[in-house]
């Protein structure tokens, strides 16, 4: 089906114009002022508003077993979601548990991922290290098209790696044109402290918080980053929460290392006073790693938007009821963690960035599409409106207004961290490869239309041809290595 998108000012990462978009076959197939409409086009009018890239978020959790429950928004749920707030993919994360086949996991989050509505990618979590995933990493990269391989420094004793594990697997991503994603708290500390604090009587959510302060995220960000250094490959630091973990980023990318930091939009507005709320379910409901940080930390995140220390804002979507986590209710350590946002990202970005004038429009559509398109490998297919990308479009209406509550949402769970949320900006139309999928308030998306993106390895390969070798370690330190 062919559309005009008529009357609109097209906005990309690096400049605006006034033009109309002519959609065809999912794809896009002109640019430019007074477009033609073909016979049979659909007219879509864009007067008085933005036409941009969709949204990509770069990390979500749908459907993710954790912490003995399931985050509800599968994939259907969760990118229909996604598509009424303007995104229109996602980058999810395949876990295994440690010792389980990373081909295994791929597969099991290929079958949740059918019914997508819309376009999703996958990053792959390293939770173990053994040649078989040395091995598995391979077909990873060069049979299933993903790029990024995620390691959890935090969750001791369930998901966490040591800096063993981390070093050969960051070695082993340089040797593939990989790129690693890290969780960086320090997981000892924190475990540490979870047994502090409860010993001492914390039992509520506000033991979450205390027990993960911004300097184990300081540390175990810089820490990463120089085992990243030593293993010659880039740095993707997702969910940087606090000022700590943004300097070290900061101070990497000012010594020439190639670091990327992810701001979560929930750490851009709300802060740790959010676990002192005296309802038990309203501060569990906002449990999530790190944890929502003193307001002072927020300044620096959307100064490192400003600035390009930080690069993408998402959402680590990772959605659990609050019956969920009322599996916590006697110990804040067994409250899943994970909170939702997907399809609040972006009118609640555009009305606390934009509208105060803390980023332009053209930054804004860098911070929520084009960078994670380029730092993930997939642009201009997707996060940029050009001649040839997919038709993945948002028409944003610059003074639409809603107030965020979870009675109206998309998304399954039942609360929202933004309750109450003013926005002003708004999707009106949200296209994935072409097809509508939220229109003037009403989701038309199809459970099943979202197609998986594969992504290309990175051409600057810093080790190459890394093999592996066996060896007994002296003091039992190592049990294997990768060697270039
Ligand atoms: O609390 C969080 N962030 N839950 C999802 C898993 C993770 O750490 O990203
Ligand atoms: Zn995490
Ligand atoms: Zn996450």
New binding site residues.
Partial sequence: MTKLIRGGTVVNHDHSQRADVLVRDGAIAAIGPDLEAPANAETIDAGGCYVMPGGIDP?T?LE?P?MGAVSVDDFEWGTKAALSGGTTMVVDFCIPNPGQSLLAAYQDWRRKAEGAACDYGFHMAVTWWDKQVFDEMETCVKTYGINTFKH?M??KGALMVNDDELYNSFLRCAGLGAMPLV?AENGDVVWRLQQHYLGAGVTGPEGHAYSRPPGVEGEATNRAIMIADMAGCPLYV??TSCRDAHEAIARARTNGQRVFGEPLIQHLLLDEDEYRNKDWDYAAQR???PPFRPKAHQASLWAGLQSGSLQVVAT?H?AFTSEQKRLGRSDFTKIP???GGLEDRMPVLWTAGVNTGRLTKEEFVAVTSTNSARILNVYPKKGAVAVGADADLVVWDPRATKTITANKQVSRIDYNVFEGFRCTGLPRLTLTRGKVAWRDGALCAEAGGGAYVARDPYPAVHVANATWREFTAPRGVARAEVTP
């Fill in positions: 990390h959790h993710l954790f959890f935090a969750y969780h997702v969910h449990v999530m790693s680590d990772c963690n994970g909170t």
